[in-house]
């Protein structure tokens, strides 16, 4: 089974950019589609950017397309979710989750029973 651990999280001010990352180990990266939720303190969990094996195709919630980018490197066994303007609603914490996928272009947007899931990153954007 894939571990995951992500890493970046912090305080920023609103408008400001972040970038968390998300290292894989265990497992090749490159066999699992990885997907970002988050959740914010009372709330349900949310799902937030999804991006294929293959890394060509992606998918976002509407609240963050266009402000959003997730991205991965195979090689490095790393997956990125680089966030610019920030909104204080965009303070959550923000977790990583590898889904096993035959299908190179496969992007999920909720996890299965195949899912693994890091610890967790806050990241946290001040008014």
């Known amino acids: 089974q894939v571990q995951l651990v992500e890493s970046g999280g912090g305080l920023v001010q609103a408008g400001g950019s972040l970038r968390v990352s998300c290292a894989a180990s265990?497992?090749?990266?490159?066999?699992?589609?990885m997907t970002w939720f988050r959740q914010a303190p009372g709330k349900e969990r949310e799902f937030v950017a999804s991006?294929?094996?293959?890394?060509?195709?992606?998918y976002y919630v509407d609240s963050v397309q266009g402000r959003f980018t997730i991205s991965r490197d195979n090689a490095k066994n790393t997956v990125y979710l680089q966030m610019n303007s920030l909104k204080p609603e965009d303070t959550a914490v923000y977790y990583c989750?590898?889904?096993?996928?035959?299908?190179?272009?496969?992007?999920?947007?909720?996890?299965?029973?195949?899912?693994?899931w890091g610890q967790g990153t806050q990241v946290t954007v001040s008014s």
């Open positions: 989750v590898a889904t096993p996928s035959f299908n190179v272009n496969y992007v999920p947007s909720a996890p299965t029973g195949f899912s693994s």
């Open positions: 265990g497992r090749a990266l490159s066999s699992y589609a």
């Open positions: 991006i294929s094996r293959s890394g060509i195709s992606t």
